[in-house]
């Protein structure tokens, strides 16, 4: 199948990229910075790329117009980024929402509008929007990814029940505390990453941050076309972390 990977140059997004690539699909990297790109491609083993900005309308647009015309079509869109600065209920000021509402909320609605067409009219798609943990159990001093996160279970449930039988499923990945750069930065920004280790890995059961290839798997899954009667919903990849009853 053919699948783009946005922010498939690093992190969990590299490694749905690599998972998809290694069950045989096309695969076709979007994120900012050129040479993280060219080096994400070299390590796939080859992968056609494009360089945009997901927070801007220009780029998504040209990124499914270019990216359709590139692999020959459009089975599997990966919806995935950075996510929005740390910050609790007293530090963040009312433009931060708006700007977290332009890099998290919205491309996710304009993707959908972007790709889910061509995928109704041929019966099939895949859409997987890369969300967080956050989303069902809010994360102290993360208010921005809390409340807008939160906000794509509404979205996704409302389209996925409009497309379901058209044949395009969507869904969101949860992930819990992975080992990645943004998680390491994050740490970084509160105090340091030994400390944070301290504090979160007595909070995750499976005892370890989770592998990034762990959320790849699981993405894969999610975009086959054997996970053909699963959307709507959400998958949490977090060694068990999140406590409450889904
Ligand atoms: N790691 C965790 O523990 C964890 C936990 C819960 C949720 N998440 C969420 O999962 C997502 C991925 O996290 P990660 O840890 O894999 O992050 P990461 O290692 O920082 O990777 C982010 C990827 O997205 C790209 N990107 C960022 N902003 C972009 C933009 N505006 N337009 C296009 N591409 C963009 C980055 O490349 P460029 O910078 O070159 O564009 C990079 O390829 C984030 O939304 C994060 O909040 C992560």
């Known amino acids: 199948m053919k699948a783009i990977v946005c922010g498939g140059s690093k992190g969990i997004g590299f490694a749905i990229a690599a998972a998809l690539k290694k069950r045989g699909h096309e ?11 060219q080096e994400a491609a070299d390590r796939l083993g080859g992968a056609p790329f494009i360089q945009g900005d997901l927070g801007e309308i220009r780029d998504r647009e040209r990124l499914i117009a270019e990216g359709r015309l590139h692999l020959n079509g459009l089975d599997i869109l990966v919806i995935n980024s950075g996510g929005p600065p740390p910050g609790d209920f007293r530090s963040t000021p009312l433009p931060l929402y708006d700007r977290a509402y332009e890099a998290l909320l919205k491309p996710v609605v304009h993707l959908h509008q972007l790709a889910a067409p061509a995928m109704m009219e041929k019966g099939f798609g895949r859409i997987l929007t890369v969300s967080s943990l956050a989303a069902r159990e809010p994360v102290p001093d993360l208010i921005l990814s809390n409340t807008f996160r939160a ?78 009667g699963v959307t709507g919903t959400s998958l949490a990849v977090d060694g068990g972390a999140l406590r409450g009853i889904p």
């Open 151 to 228: 906000a794509l279970f509404g979205f996704i449930k409302t389209f996925a029940r409009e497309t379901a039988a058209r044949g395009v499923t969507s869904n969101l990945l949860l992930p819990g505390y992975v080992d990645t750069e943004r998680l390491r930065e994050l740490a970084r920004k509160r105090g340091g990453v030994e400390t944070v280790l301290r504090e979160v890995l007595p909070t995750i059961p499976l005892g370890r941050l989770l592998d990034p290839a762990e959320l790849g798997e699981a993405a894969a899954f999610l975009c086959s076309k054997e996970a053909s």
């Open 27 to 37: 695969v076709l990297l979007f994120s900012r910075t050129l040479a993280t790109l």
